[in-house]
Each structure stands twice: as C-alpha cells, then as structure tokens.
C-alpha cells in the first residue's frame, strides 16, 4: 500500500481540475474545488478516495438532511467500486458502516423533537415538525459543531 502523500500526488495528477490541500479535516469544498485531506489518520487513504468521490459526483448543496447521508452512502460506493482497486487501497465495510453512523446518529439527533422525543420530519431545510406533538424547532449546520435545536411553535393542548 502507498503511502497517503504519494497517493496524493497521483490524485493531483489524475484528476488537475480539483485543488489537493493537507489540512486538519478530511473534505470536499465544492465553491473551492478544493479536496481537504490528512495524512494522520489510520484510514487516510480511504477517506480521501471518499472526498475525490464526492468531487467526482458532482457532490454540493442538500435540501433535505436525509440527501447528505445518501451523498455520503454514494461516495463511498464510487470509492470501493470506481477507485480503491485503481489506487491499491482497502476500504471495509466496517469502516464505511462506522463513518455512515455517524451521519444517522446525528440524523437522529436532529429530527428527535426537544418537546416529546418523537422522530420528527424535516419540512424545510434547518426546519422540523413533530408527528406527535405538532411542536415545530430549526436546528443548526452542526456537522461540525454542537447540535443546536430551538422551538419554535408553542404547543397548545
């Protein structure tokens, strides 16, 4: 197996039309065209085939929360199928199930009303409505900051 800065270079070389940048996160920055990438992580490999896999797909803005996690379920298909073989990387299911759990654990978190605790529904983006409760609450980007949920329909019984 390559090293993670070798297989960086050749994915510069590959794919010209996106920006490669060792940071502190692993991302893809569609208004950049820009790959974030690090080198410091035991599946570094993977994750970055995962990120040139969202810029391949064209990956950018989501309406509805529930399309970012099949943009993540469908990157990592290109990833295992398109290019793991080509890159000589391994991608295991465990991984790939661990990494999309993220993504439902905060789904979950997400559509849970701060009222009754029933699963909500998402009505618009950042907006969610209770089935149970009828109690409306917006919710924040919070990928990669604390969820924030905010009420903002009194119930009346």
Request: proline share 3%.
């Amino acid at each position: 197996m390559r090293s993670i800065h070798s297989l960086a270079k050749q994915l510069q070389k590959d794919f010209p039309q996106f920006e490669f940048d060792q940071s502190e996160t692993f991302a893809w920055s569609p208004s950049t065209a820009t790959i974030h990438w690090q080198s410091n992580e035991a599946d570094s490999a993977a994750f970055l085939l995962h990120e040139v896999s969202h810029a391949l797909l064209g990956h950018a803005e989501y309406r509805r929360d529930i399309e970012l996690i099949k943009h993540e379920r469908d990157a990592w298909s290109y990833a295992i199928d398109q290019l793991a073989s080509h890159y000589n990387t391994v991608i295991t299911d465990e991984l790939v199930q661990s990494t999309l759990d993220t993504y439902r654990d905060w789904l979950h978190s997400r559509s849970t009303c701060p009222h009754c605790e029933t699963t909500g529904l998402q009505i618009k983006k950042h907006l969610y409505q209770c089935l149970a409760c009828s109690q409306e609450w917006k919710v924040n980007e919070a990928r990669l900051c604390a969820l924030r949920r905010y009420p903002i329909k009194k119930i009346h019984r």
